[in-house]
């Protein structure tokens, strides 16, 4: 903490054993000191209804003397603003790079009124549904670290909010295992995936990759969410019958 500018410093880099192998990248970034301005109910960001989200950072942010009934101690919160729309069941959708809790509030900053409360939701379960909300109405939502102090390449929160009709279709992660066999007995193992978000990442044996029957084939997915599906299957090619005996 609080070099002296200007002063040259000098970073020891030790491994465990006698000699160190492998890459190493070293990278020296200035902390930042600037609060979000979004730190409290009074200065909430207004979030626009069907609009894609835009990114705001909550490093430095502070514990608010706001606590919500599912938070178990008050911790670093950024605050947001939005206008129900005519539909009353909306979509909400929160990109974070930690584990948060959110709450939903009526009512003014000074006397706040807790309407939905979640603790460390599941972003693999995709949108975050309200329902019954008063069109025209300003809601807070009030969206909380569930652990502090956070990196830089962590604090990140994205949010957006649908009315649901209008709300991006969210399919869950899914990862189906085939086979088929090979002159009779051996099999080979494909899949197909579908379903949670970007690109996926294929974890399980070489589309080229000749099984013996009766092997137990263990698989998973990772989408850009980070969400995971896994799925296993077994080789059950049986000796054609003109083989036999």
């Known amino acids: 903490n609080n070099p002296s500018p200007n002063t040259s410093y000098y970073i020891q880099v030790s491994g465990y054993f006698s000699t160190i192998e492998g890459n190493l990248c070293v990278e020296i970034k200035e902390k930042e000191?600037?609060?979000?301005?979004?730190?409290?109910?009074?200065?909430?960001?207004?979030i626009i209804v069907n609009q894609?989200?835009?990114?705001?950072?909550?490093?430095?942010?502070?514990?608010?003397a706001k606590k919500a009934s599912c938070m178990v101690y008050a911790t670093p919160d950024l605050w947001f603003s939005f206008v129900a729309p005519q539909e009353k069941d909306i979509a909400l959708q929160i990109n974070a790079g930690f584990l948060y809790n959110y709450a939903?509030?009526?009512?003014?900053?000074?006397?706040?009124?807790?309407?939905?409360?979640g603790k460390n939701p599941d972003p693999c379960d995709g949108n975050i549904i309200l329902r019954g909300l008063v069109p025209g109405k300003t809601y807070f939502l009030q969206v909380a670290s569930s652990s502090f102090p956070l990196k830089s390449s962590e604090a990140d929160v994205c949010i957006s909010i649908y009315e649901l009709s209008k709300a991006p279709l969210f399919t869950p992660l899914s990862l189906v295992l085939n086979y088929e066999c090979l002159h009779g007995v051996l099999g080979r193992v494909?899949?197909?995936?579908?379903?949670?978000?970007?690109?996926?990442?294929?974890?399980?044996p070489d589309p080229n990759q000749i099984l013996l029957p009766g092997s137990k084939v263990d698989a998973f997915i990772t989408d850009?969410?980070?969400?995971r599906d896994f799925e296993s299957v077994?080789?059950?090619?049986?000796?054609?019958?003109?083989?036999?005996?």
Request: glycine share 10%.
């Open 224 to 227: 850009e969410a980070g969400c």
């Open 33 to 46: 000191s600037q609060k979000p301005v979004n730190d409290d109910c009074v200065q909430a960001k207004p």
């Open 190 to 204: 494909s899949y197909q995936a579908s379903g949670g978000k970007g690109q996926y990442q294929y974890t399980g």
């Open 234 to 245: 077994t080789i059950d090619c049986q000796t054609p019958s003109k083989c036999k005996g």
């Open 104 to 117: 939903v509030y009526s009512g003014n900053c000074s006397n706040l009124t807790e309407e939905y409360c």
């Open 52 to 64: 894609a989200c835009s990114s705001v950072s909550s490093i430095n942010s502070l514990p608010s």
